[in-house]
T-cell receptor, first 114, second 112 residues
């Protein structure tokens, strides 16, 4: 068990809808990362937060947004969903803001857009 | 692109044999990490090797890093059925956007 909790585990929704994915980082970790994994694109970095502040941004669409709250949990909001947004969404956490320590991954949220 | 590329994409061996996976990347890095992913699950960190290190061991795992060739290898010795998984390398570039970029992974199958 990595200590990172993601909810829900599965999500099925229709095109055009909006969903929120939730992540609780490992106790004591200040950084939260969001990744999208699909068969054709592999594991794509979306965004990183460190202690409530946005730290780095990757290939995140404008339809997607995220935030990290004062209690350090994070939410990823996906709106105007398209079929191509179907993927596994992973949250990871680490103690620091840099990449000289391991990332701890949750088990992901599987999003299916129909 | 900084993205690492694993080679081979898929590897199938017999239990007890050694498995070697390779990773190549394009830009200078601070660190390189290896992760394992069981089907449909989250990634699990295996080893982190810094740019000034050449080799690192952890149990049956051995990682090498050659910064002159921008490549790394992961060796799993005496493989077990439980080692069946996908293995990813991840790199963070010295310059540019600070992010950990994952390769496409090597799918390892250990046959009993």
């Amino acid at each position: 068990d990595s200590g990172v909790t993601q909810t829900p585990k599965h999500l099925i929704t229709a095109t055009g809808q909006r969903v929120t994915l939730r992540c609780s980082p490992r106790s004591g970790d200040l950084s939260v990362y969001w990744y999208q994994q699909s068969l054709d694109q592999g594991l794509q970095f979306l965004i990183q937060y460190y202690n409530g502040e946005e730290r780095a941004k990757g290939n995140i669409l404008e339809r997607f947004s995220a935030q990290q709250f004062p209690d350090l949990h994070s939410e990823l909001n996906l709106s105007s969903l398209e079929l191509g947004d179907s993927a596994l969404y992973f949250c990871a956490s680490s103690a620091r803001s840099s990449y000289n320590s391991p990332l701890h991954f949750g088990n992901g949220t599987r999003l299916t857009v129909t | 692109s900084q993205q690492g590329e694993e080679d081979p994409q898929a590897l199938s061996i017999q239990e007890g044999e050694n498995a070697t996976m390779n990773c190549s990347y394009k830009t200078s890095i601070n660190n390189l990490q290896w992760y394992r992913q069981n089907s449909g699950r989250g990634l699990v960190h295996l080893i982190l090797i810094r740019s000034n290190e050449r080799e690192k061991h952890s149990g049956r795992l051995r990682v090498t890093l050659d910064t002159s060739k921008k490549s790394s290898s992961l060796l799993i010795t005496a493989s077990r059925a439980a080692d069946t998984a996908s293995y990813f390398c991840a790199t963070d570039a010295i310059q540019g956007a600070q992010k950990l970029v994952f390769g496409q992974g090597t799918r390892l199958t250990i046959n009993p």
